[in-house]
C-alpha cells in the first residue's frame, strides 16, 4: 500500500515544495520543527540521517548559511557550516554538503564522521530515516525502533548541550525510547507536525540540550 493518499501530486504541501524548489513535501516538517523548537539556534555541524531525496539537508543548508550572519558575535560561533547527509540510495550531490550513501547502522559511518567533521563534536543531528513500511503496523513499528537504537548511539558525537531530532512511529515501544532519550537530553518533547499525514503514525521526539 503507498504511503501517500492516491492523489498526493494535488496535496498542497506537495505543490508548495515543488514551487520553492524542495525535493519533498518533508521540508515543511523540518521547518515546522525549527519554528517551534529553534534546534538550528548556533548550529554548524550538522548530521542528517536518511537524507534521500535531500529536501532536509536543502532546509538544513538554508539555516547554516544564516546562522554564519546571524551568530557572528563572541559566543559559541564557527565561520562556516559542515553539513553530513546519510542514506541507503542515491542522492543528487548538493554543494558544499558532505553526502554518504551508506546504511547508517555500518560502523565505518562512526569513521566517516570523524573524519569530516575532524573529530570534532555536532551541533545537532537530525534523523528523518525510516524503515520501508511493509503495512503492518507491529512490525513496522519493531522495526523502526530497532533503527532508531542504532541512530541513537550516533548521539555520542553529539556535543555537550548539542540538539537531536529524531522520527519513530508510535506504539508499543515508544515510551520506552522516550525514556531512554529522557536519561541523555534535559528537554524532550514529541511532535506530530501538521505537515505529516494525519493517518501516519510517524512522530518526532525533539532531544534538547544533551547532557
Ligand atoms: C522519509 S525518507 C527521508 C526524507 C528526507 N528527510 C528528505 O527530506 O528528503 C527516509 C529515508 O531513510 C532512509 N533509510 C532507512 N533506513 C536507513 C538506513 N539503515 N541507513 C540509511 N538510510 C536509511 C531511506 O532510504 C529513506 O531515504
Keep these: 500500500m503507498s ?4 492523489n498526493h501530486r494535488k496535496e498542497p504541501h506537495y505543490r ?28 554548524f555541524y550538522i548530521l542528517d540521517l536518511g537524507s534521500a531525496p535531500g529536501s532536509w539537508l536543502q532546509v538544513t543548508k538554508q539555516y547554516a548559511i544564516e546562522n554564519l ?25 548538493i554543494e558544499d554538503v558532505e553526502i554518504v550513501r551508506m546504511d547508517l547502522t555500518n560502523k565505518e559511518l562512526m569513521n566517516k564522521i570523524n573524519e569530516y567533521f575532524n573529530r570534532e563534536k555536532l551541533d545537532l543531528i ?9 503495512g503492518n503496523r507491529f512490525s513496522d513499528q519493531a522495526k523502526q525502533i ?19 531530532v529524531i522520527k519513530l512511529f508510535q506504539g508499543k515501544d515508544y515510551e520506552e525510547f522516550y525514556k531512554v532519550l529522557k536519561k541523555k537530553f ?23 540540550k544533551k547532557k
Excluded: W
Design 3 to 6: 504511503k501517500y493518499p492516491v
Design 16 to 43: 508548495k515544495a515543488k514551487q520553492k524548489g524542495y525535493r519533498a513535501r518533508s521540508a515543511f516538517k523540518l521547518i515546522e520543527i525549527q519554528k517551534r523548537f529553534n534546534i538550528f539556534k548556533r548550529a
Design 69 to 93: 550572519e546571524k551568530y557572528n558575535d563572541d559566543h559559541y560561533f564557527r565561520s562556516y557550516y559542515k553539513i553530513m547527509g546519510v542514506d541507503l540510495k542515491k542522492l543528487t550531490p
Design 126 to 134: 537530525i534523523s528523518d530515516a525510516s524503515i520501508n513500511k511493509s
Design 146 to 164: 530497532k533503527l532508531c537504537y542504532e541512530i541513537l548511539k550516533l548521539t555520542k558525537f553529539l556535543k555537550h548541550k548539542g540538539n537531536f
Design 186 to 208: 534535559i528537554n524532550i518533547k514529541s511532535f506530530k507536525p501538521k505537515s505529516s499525514y494525519k493517518k501516519s503514525n510517524e512522530v518526532y521526539l525533539i532531544a534538547l
